[in-house]
């Protein structure tokens, strides 16, 4: 089997040097999106140890619809505008959540630039369902 591979990989550097290129181009770019990724058991850790502050970004409607129990909502289009709500959380980490893990990166970023120590939770809201951890509303 390693013998093959080695023969494919000699025979066809060319589209293994480009697998390579683009695999490193897209741990460049998970790097870039800011931030920590913490799994639902490391959220939930920081939380009662009392070390985090857990920020939905989502829209008021799906936050409404559930929410992590002690969960913050500040929509991703309102946080500039809302940051100095932040300052009293200063010295704990703010976890970011979003519906699936796609928009937090980013805005951990701005937050990171603010002085923030900030991380997303890996997933976000869909794999907070997944493990059937609880939900308020």
Same mark, same amino acid.
């Given at each position: 089997?390693?013998?093959?591979?080695?023969?494919f990989?000699?025979?066809?550097?060319?589209?293994?040097?480009?697998?390579v290129?683009?695999?490193?181009?897209?741990?460049i770019?998970?790097?870039?999106?800011g931030?920590q990724?913490?799994?639902?058991?490391?959220?939930t850790?920081?939380?009662?140890?009392?070390?985090?502050?857990?920020?939905?970004i989502?829209? =008021?409607?799906?936050?409404? *619809?559930?929410?992590?129990? %002690?969960?913050? #909502?500040?929509?991703? +289009?309102? &946080?500039v505008?809302?940051?100095?709500?932040?300052?009293?959380?200063?010295?704990?980490?703010?976890?970011?959540?979003?519906?699936?893990?796609?928009?937090?990166?980013?805005?951990?970023?701005?937050?990171?630039k =603010?002085?923030?120590?900030? *991380?997303?939770?890996?997933? %976000?809201?869909? #794999?907070?369902?997944? +493990?059937? &951890?609880?939900?308020?509303?």
């Open positions: 089997m390693v013998a093959h591979l080695i023969q990989a000699t025979d066809h550097f060319i589209l293994v040097a480009i697998f290129v683009l695999l490193v181009l897209l741990l770019n998970e790097v870039r999106r931030g990724s913490l799994s639902n058991g490391q959220l850790a920081l939380v009662n140890a009392d070390k985090a502050l857990v920020i939905d989502r829209p =008021a409607k799906e936050y409404s *619809a559930g929410h992590i129990v %002690g969960a913050v #909502s500040i929509p991703q +289009d309102k &946080l505008s809302r940051m100095t709500e932040l300052e009293k959380h200063k010295e704990k980490t703010l976890i970011v959540v979003d519906a699936m893990g796609q928009q937090s990166g980013t805005i951990c970023r701005e937050l990171l =603010a002085g923030y120590t900030a *991380a997303k939770l890996s997933g %976000g809201v869909s #794999s907070w369902k997944a +493990d059937n &951890l609880p939900l308020v509303k």
